[in-house]
């Protein structure tokens, strides 16, 4: 049996902001529970729900030297779905109101306190590691503070660990002096090629140079991280990295993200009836939304964070243009205000034709995933992306550009060949998405059989996590063995 520890700064059901949480909190539990015993750890936040704080179970607390000063450590932990859960408590750090409150020097004290603290709290707890799998900026400093740790005694040497990074464009990125005066690290780890980067202290790279393997969540991102366009100033890293670095693509929780059993959706369905049942979720949606209840205008949806990097600019270049054609557009999220308004303007332009609805629903996007027909994502970058699996799990045909995740999943429909799950374009241009956007179209009106097929090959694809845990034990096993 082999010991893994997760460490990360969020994870569902506890804390959520991203899609870092839903791999944290669904990949352990797909283990082999036969050869892995796997156990996350994250802070205790203030602001859990109260649900969750009255599950936690108290195990002790003892001090750790800081920041130059004496530093509460409390351990609490919990058990669900057959996986130990531990949280590392100090209210002077994770009392904020979000996870991530407050300015950027304060992130990189607090996260660091927690880096320690994860290492430290090893032995207290009784158990031991083979290996640490760390997740995003936030946890950076493990991998450098196990190789500081090896000086201090036999029971953290060869602990191996495995650095994913879920978003390269997020570092922990601060002042050299400031970041060892909180560490407490050495001179020697503030180097060019250790924790320094561009004269500041750079915490993702202490942990991508630290690590024993480097992941991140798709193959394609893997790629297009060594480049300067998608690098964010390391590329140069990525690239010396490269034969440690690998793509693994994120799962999607196939019990929570399922059409035949999801409850909160007009009706349910199947690969087998979805020509019969869509339809029905489609009419409840448009009726829900406010749209022409009209079964046979293509309605596409978009489920995002409205920022650049998800391609909003190109939508927002073309979305006049769009809606003279005989679609319907249905928005959900929140983000840049020039967007949001963007989409209200169209909502009151075209009332009835397009939806704004500029806040987050987890139960409304079901409804919106499972009534589209098509789901737009022309992102800019995407390491990953959820929102395609989603759509393809529902058999909403996504309409993205190749990159990153998207690139990964989504087979581009060859009306020749009959293949594909859905449609992409390649470069960053608004011209283009429109016209593959228009192209979706076609085929949804004029050769309806096909688009069905697409859709019984988009359902059919598999990217639960069990697919993604398999690959990570093959990691592991390169690591620690069987």
């Not at 035949?260 to 019969?276: L, P, Q």
């Not at 983000?335 to 139960?363: L, T």
């Not at 499972?370 to 909403?396: H, I, K, N």
């Not at 192209?439 to 993604?468: C, L, P």
């Amino acid at each position: 049996m082999k010991n893994i520890l997760f460490a990360s700064s969020e994870c569902v059901p506890f804390i959520k902001t991203g899609g870092l949480a839903d791999v944290v909190g669904s990949l352990p539990k797909d283990f082999d529970k036969e050869k892995y015993d796997c156990r996350v750890v994250l802070p205790k936040y203030m602001c859990m729900k109260q649900e969750w704080v009255e599950r936690l179970e108290y195990i002790t607390n003892f001090y750790m030297d800081f920041a130059g000063e004496n530093r509460y450590v409390g351990i609490f932990k919990t058990e669900l779905n057959g996986v130990t859960f531990y949280f590392i408590d100090n209210e002077f750090y994770f009392s904020g109101f979000a996870p991530y409150d407050g300015d950027p020097k304060w992130n990189i004290e607090k996260f660091s306190f927690f880096c320690k603290a994860v290492l430290s709290i090893l032995p207290v707890i009784g158990f031991r590691p083979d290996l640490i799998h760390c997740h995003d900026w936030q946890t950076g400093l493990i991998p450098v503070y196990l190789d500081n740790f090896r000086f201090f005694g036999e029971y953290y040497r060869g602990i191996k660990t495995v650095m994913t990074i879920h978003n390269l464009k997020f570092q922990g990125v601060w002042d050299t002096k400031t970041v060892q005066g909180i560490t407490g690290l050495p001179d020697y780890y503030f180097v060019p090629d250790k924790l320094e980067a561009y004269k500041d202290a750079n915490m993702l790279k202490g942990g991508i140079v630290y690590a024993d393997k480097v992941t991140t969540v798709s193959h394609s991102y893997a790629e297009e991280i060594k480049t300067p366009f998608y690098g964010e100033g390391l590329d140069g890293l990525m690239a010396a990295r490269s034969n440690d670095l690998c793509g693994i693509v994120n799962g999607l929780d196939y019990n929570d993200w399922n059409p035949d059993t999801d409850y909160r959706i007009a009706k349910t369905f199947n690969v087998e009836n979805f020509r019969k049942n869509k339809p029905v979720n489609k009419a409840a949606l448009q009726e829900e939304l406010g749209l022409d209840k009209d079964n046979h205008v293509m309605l596409i949806g978009i489920v995002s964070r409205l920022t650049d990097q998800k391609g909003f600019d190109l939508i927002d270049y073309m979305m006049d243009e769009m809606c003279q054609d005989a679609v319907q557009i249905a928005v959900l999220g929140t983000g840049d205000p020039k967007y949001e308004n963007m989409f209200r303007h169209f909502a009151w332009k075209y009332a009835g034709k397009v939806s704004a609805n500029i806040f987050y629903s987890d139960d409304l996007s079901h409804r919106l995933y499972a009534g589209c027909d098509a789901f737009l994502m022309p992102s800019l970058f995407e390491p990953c992306g959820l929102s395609q699996l989603m759509s393809l799990r529902y058999g909403t045909l996504p309409i993205v550009r190749e990159t990153g995740g998207l690139k990964d999943t989504v087979e581009p429909y060859n009306e020749f060949e009959k293949t594909g799950t859905g449609f992409s374009f390649s470069n960053y241009n608004a011209h283009e998405m429109l016209n593959t956007v228009r192209y979706a179209e076609r085929i949804y009106y004029d050769k309806k059989r096909d688009w069905n097929k697409m859709i019984e090959r988009a359902m059919a694809q598999d990217f639960s996590w069990m697919n993604s845990a398999r690959q990570y034990e093959d990691l592991y096993r390169s690591l620690i063995g069987e």
